[in-house]
């Protein structure tokens, strides 16, 4: 085991619907045949975490946690769930740096049903560059516009529910 760093496995005696309470597993375990730790638990932390609250590289939870995310509510790099925070978020309500939600997107580029951020693209579109059905920003493409050079009456229309 002189080549074998960093090599953390803590799993609880508790229990809690057949999971350990806690699970912890980090590093490489060669006597396991793991190039990388695996945790399965209620809180699971790893290189791999699988749990109600999974916190890890790859994470995969009701709450996800890590550099690449799926779960309900995700948070990471890349984050895929029904709620996400993330680099790239795909969610049904998504907040990242490219967020693609079936409902909410929130982001730099931004696409969904509604689409706020840098370059928005959606039903509803808000943004810098905004192109969609009721489409608002300084440049604005779509059926119902409000842009630096052209205002809608039923762009107008709609988005002043919004004020």
């Known amino acids: 085991m002189g080549n ?3 090599l953390v496995r803590m799993r609880s005696a508790t229990t809690l619907w057949g999971l350990p309470l806690v699970s912890i597993a980090l590093g490489p375990d060669p006597e396991n045949h793991e ?12 290189d791999i975490a ?13 709450v996800a946690v890590g550099g690449i995310a799926r ?31 079936l409902l909410i997107a929130v ?3 931004a696409i969904g049903a509604i689409a706020i951020g ?8 808000v943004g810098g560059l905004a192109v969609g059905y009721y489409a608002y920003g300084d440049v604005a493409l779509g059926a119902h516009v ?18």
């Open 71 to 101: 779960g309900f509510v995700a948070v990471g790099g890349v984050a895929v769930g029904i709620v996400a925070f993330g680099g790239l978020a795909v969610a049904a309500i998504a907040l990242g740096g490219m967020a693609i939600g």
């Open 35 to 46: 190039v990388r730790g695996h945790a399965h638990g209620v809180l699971a932390i790893g």
């Open 118 to 125: 840098g370059c928005a693209i959606g039903f509803v579109a």
């Open 146 to 163: 409000i842009s630096s050079t052209f205002r809608s009456p039923k762009a107008v229309e709609f988005f002043k529910r919004f004020q």
């Open 4 to 6: 074998v760093r960093n």
């Open 50 to 62: 699988t749990g109600i609250l999974a916190i890890g590289g790859l994470a995969r939870g009701v």
């Open 107 to 109: 982001g730099g580029l």
